[in-house]
């Protein structure tokens, strides 16, 4: 049975009217030695596009993803299965990312659940070898259920504690049995909404000893790919403890995990947190933690997380050119975490959403390989930091110089020069130009 009326999306080139085509996206396409597509894997995010409605505080869902089924029984789960692979057989996305109550129904008896997760993952997998369509990530929903009202790791409650254990140890499974690349951890509710009732200590050490226990059960049954972190800074929780990726990265060299995670960061989390896209890419590639990416975009008039689909060009360029600058991703993708607004509720619009994305990031690939091929953004730099390349500069950064040395040097010269203009607007213009001079 097929779900969708839409043909398979083709590339068209800018100037087509065709709406169900792609004006940028072309995969075969080579940019810096590569082609588009393996520049760019892309994912699709079972929740959003499969299981999400439309369902907000002040009204029911808008969009029918029922897709000839009735929700809450496995031959719904089936059906999406179905709907998912043909959906993203249709847009060439080669990847997909889940948690587990994604993927069927929960049940009163986890135990029951985990045998629906078999037997879906068991189809799943048929389906995956038909097509070639691979997992990028997977991970547990630790947020959803009351039971995990008071956090997952961080909760008060031990016996909580060992349910997420015991979703954690089968989502990991699951991952593993799809040959996931990667296994998420987002917070949820690892947070706190008032101190007052809150032993923060006690709780982030809960925390690392839970993703401890999930690397090694993970490594004895043969995961090879990256955890994440996804940091964000709020919502659900008041405050939550990954905050953003300093704060997370932190957090996993306190506790001896950073040789097993990475950041997975999510476009519209960096702003939540005050930062750009761009700020929380470059902090996790200079740290070595550069990921995977979710592929959305907030809107900063308002402050929750909005899962918009990107389209903003001056984000997916600066986001391109951070990952072309710092070697591309290697087990990771760019993961539509990404909702249609509720307006948008028929068939159709879940193509052009994942239309206007794809499009999107393969725009920002085109122009930052543009800025990069430019250079002229690149030499400034190289020249702004002229002074550390050879005398007192050279001992400062080979670490030679003592303080003493330091300040003498600048007895010695009783007046620095001028440390020269930062340019700012220029380079902005240059930016312009390169995005928009043809
Ligand atoms: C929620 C997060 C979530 C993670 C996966 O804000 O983006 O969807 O990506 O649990
Ligand atoms: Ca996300
Ligand atoms: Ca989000």
Redesign the pocket.
Known sequence: MQHFEMDTIRYEGPSTKNPFAFRYYDADRVILGKKMSEHLPFAMAWWHNLCATGTDMFGVGTADKSFGAVPGTMEHAFAKVDAGFEFMQKLGIRYFCFHDVDLVPAAEDINETNRRLDEITDYILEKMNQTGIKCLWGTANLFGDPRFCNGAGSSNSAEVYCFAAAQIKKAIELTVKLGGRGYVF?GGREGYETLLNTDMKLEQENIANLMHKAVDYARSIGFTGDFYI?PKPKEPMKHQYDFDAATAIGFLRQYGLDKDFKM?I?AN?ATLAGHTFRHELRVSAINGMLGSI?ANQGDLFLGWDTDEFPYDIYETTMCMLEILKYGGLTNGGF?F?AKNRRPSYTKEDMFHAFILGMDAYALGLIKAAKLIEDGRLDDFIAQRYASYNEGIGARIRSGEADLTELADYALNLKKPAAPGSGRQEYLESVVNSVLFGE
Do not use: A, C, P
């Open positions: 987002w996804e997975n999510e989390h979710d993961n975490d």
